[in-house]
């Protein structure tokens, strides 16, 4: 299995409040990239990566924001959360020049009251 | 991107092949097929992927007509481990590496 952490797992928070999840890989692939999945919609692509402090926003990215300071983290932030948030998030990684094959993490489960 | 077409479900027996097909009437030459699988609520895992010839690999086989308007992916021999949902996507070629994902095709395996 690709070497993807996501933290963390579950989170529930209150409307308003600031939220940080970290995606983290040990498989030093240049391109990381953070979905979130909602029943009836799929997987949707918010944000993605294709370098250290290189970003670039997905099909979803309003009230989202992401940083990558290091080849291995990329953290997506929601300022102030919202019950329209609530979601399960994975983070993905690729490496270009290969089969363009994406290594999904496990997921991030979470729940804006 | 080209747009995919699948079925919403399907079922299969056990120990029998399940074929899942997908329509991308719309793709272009330099655009790949590609299958990836969600179990349950993991994280989606890739399957095969093809240009315009077949493909096999451990998992599965990627059949893609000659026009390339549309694909079949085949698990051989089904086992419950593959009840999930399958996805086909069409995607770019070099340069980008972003994949759009449909609702797939949730595929149930029956003892």
């Known amino acids: 299995d690709a070497g993807i952490t996501q933290s963390p797992r579950h989170k529930v928070t209150e409307t308003g409040t600031p939220v940080t999840l970290r995606c983290h890989q040990t498989e030093n692939h240049r391109y990381m990239y953070w979905y979130r999945q909602d029943p009836g919609h799929g997987l949707r692509l918010i944000h993605y990566?294709?370098?250290?402090?290189?970003?670039d926003k997905g099909e979803v990215s309003d009230g989202y924001s992401v940083s990558r300071s290091k080849t291995e983290d990329f953290l997506l932030t929601l300022e102030s959360a919202t019950s329209s948030q609530t979601s399960v998030y994975f983070c993905a990684i690729s490496e270009p020049g290969s089969t363009g094959e994406l290594f999904f993490g496990e997921g991030s489960r979470l729940t804006v009251l | 991107d080209a747009k995919t077409t699948q079925p919403t479900s399907m079922d299969c027996a056990e120990g029998r092949a399940a074929n899942l097909p997908c329509n991308h009437s719309?793709?272009?030459?330099?655009?790949?097929v590609y299958w990836y699988r969600q179990i349950h609520s993991q994280g989606p895992q890739y399957i095969i992927h093809?240009?315009?010839n077949n493909e096999t690999n451990e998992m599965a086989s990627l059949i893609i007509t000659e026009d390339r308007k549309s694909s079949t992916l085949i698990l051989p021999h089904a086992t419950l481990r593959d009840t999930a949902v399958y996805y086909c996507i069409v995607r770019p070629g070099a340069g980008s590496y972003q994949l759009t994902f449909g609702k797939g095709t949730k595929l149930s395996v029956i003892p």
């Open positions: 093809g240009l315009k």
């Open positions: 990566s294709y370098g250290v402090k290189d970003t």
């Open positions: 719309t793709i272009s030459g330099n655009e790949y």
